[in-house]
C-alpha cells in the first residue's frame, strides 16, 4: 500500500500535472439545490489546467453526461487526436456519482478502466467527492475543480466547461474568470484552451468498459 502511494506520488508530480508544496486546497461552495438533471448533456470542455490524462494535442474535448440512476450520471469523455492525418476520436467512460449526501455538487468521479487491477489503484487514489461543481447555470458554463493532497504534494485540476465551444469570447466567460481567480483561487495563466474549430473524425476507438 505505502509503496503505491509513494509511487502515486512520483506519477504526479510529472511535469504537465499542476502540483505545489504545501498548498491548502479551496474550500469548495455547496451548492444544496444543485440538480444533476439540468448538468446532463453536452459540454464542451473550452479550458483547462494540463494534467496527465488528457493529450496535450487533443482537439474537441467533451463531456456528456447521461442518465445512470437518481444520484448519478453516466461520464462518456471524448477527445481527437489527429495522427498521420487520421483523424481519431476517443476517450474514456465513467461515471459521476453524489456520493456525499448534503453535498450534492461534490460529485465523485471515477473512469473505468480496461483491468480490476487498474480500477482498483486509480480508486485508491479517488477520494470521495473529488469533483467539485464549483458554479453552474446549467445552460452555459460550469466550473469544475479538484484538489487532492497527498502528503506535502498539493495536486489540482482544473475545467472550464461551456454548451457552446464559443464560450470564451463573450463578456460572460470574462466576468466568470474574474470571479473563478478571485473567489477560488483558479490560476488563469496555467489554463491551456481547447480547440473546437474541427470537431470531425475518421475513426473512432472508444470502448465502453461499462459499470466496473
Ligand atoms: C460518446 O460521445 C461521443 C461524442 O462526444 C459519441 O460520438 C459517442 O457515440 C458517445 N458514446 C456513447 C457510448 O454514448
Redesign the pocket.
Known sequence: MKLFAFSGILAFTEAKQIWSWGKKCVEAPVIADFDIERYKG?WNEVARYPNNFQDEEGQCN?A?Y?DRDEISVKV?N?QIIERDGVRE?N?A?GQAIQEIEDKPNWLTVTFNLESGFANWISRLFTSKGNYKMMGTDYDNYAVVLSCQRYWFITVEQAWFLARDPNFPQTDQFRELMDDAVENWGVQEDLLVYSDHSDCSWDI?T?F?WGDV
Open positions: 453536452q467533451r456528456t447521461t462518456n471524448t476520436a476517450g467512460f473512432n472508444q465502453d
